[in-house]
Structures are given as structure tokens and as C-alpha cells.
Nanobody, 124 residues
Framework: QVQLVESGGGLVQAGGSLRLSCAAS????????MGWFRQAPGKERDFVAN???????YYADSVKGRFTISRANAENTLYLQMNSLRPEDTAVYYC??????????????????WGQGTQVTVSS
């Protein structure tokens, strides 16, 4: 079992930055693939970014070049640095973990564990 707790959300103006954190406990963090998803009101939960156990990263086209996913295995923590934020980035952001063999990293149904979410609001 893995417990995930996000933090770092908030209200920011367009063009600003936020850094989200996700603290993990339970199963060995370093063996898990980790992802960030987001869900705006009335919309589906969308893939944002993923980082493999070995540090390889993947991004949704909408955030590529603006967001950076990273992990600190020694601290059991996942990060999402968000720069050049836009109003359309407004959503609840979720941290998620996927067990080996990590198939379907961009699909929310592939993930095994989820955090409770943190709200990010970008004002224009």
C-alpha cells in the first residue's frame, strides 16, 4: 500500500509559477513510476507528466516546456514545477503512482494509488 499527499497548490496570476509536492509513504518509492494528472470542473482527469523509476520523463503537449516533473527518492517525494502558468491550467492536480511494469503511464486507469488532490487556480 502507498499513501500520497499533495501540497503546494494555490492561487497565482497568469505567467506565475508554483511548485507542487507529493509525499509518499509505504511501498518502496524508488520502484514506482510517478505521475501528475489534473481535472478541471466538468472535465475528465488528464495526464500532465510522468517520471519513471529511472528518471525518464514524459509530458502532455499542453505543458511541455513549461512544467518539469522530478523526484527525490531519498526523500520519497515527487515534484511538479509549473512555470508560465495560464488560466487553462486551473484544475485540481493529483499525484499518482503506478506499479511495475508501468504500462499505460498516460492513462489514469493505469495508476494504482492516488493522492487527494490540490487545487491550482490561475487568474487572468
Amino acid at each position: 500500500q502507498v499513501q500520497l499527499v499533495e501540497s503546494g497548490g494555490g492561487l497565482v496570476q497568469a505567467g506565475g509559477s508554483l511548485r507542487l509536492s507529493c509525499a509518499a509513504s509505504g511501498r518502496a518509492f524508488s520502484t514506482l513510476g510517478m505521475g501528475w494528472f489534473r481535472q478541471a470542473p466538468g472535465k475528465e482527469r488528464d495526464f500532465v507528466a510522468n517520471i519513471n523509476w529511472n528518471g525518464v520523463t514524459y509530458y502532455a503537449d499542453s505543458v511541455k516546456g513549461r512544467f518539469t516533473i522530478s523526484r527525490a527518492n531519498a526523500e520519497n517525494t515527487l515534484y511538479l514545477q509549473m512555470n508560465s502558468l495560464r488560466p487553462e491550467d486551473t484544475a485540481v492536480y493529483y499525484c499518482a503512482a503506478i506499479k511495475p511494469p508501468y504500462i499505460g503511464y498516460a492513462l489514469y486507469r493505469s495508476y494504482d494509488y492516488w493522492g487527494q488532490g490540490t487545487q491550482v487556480t490561475v487568474s487572468s
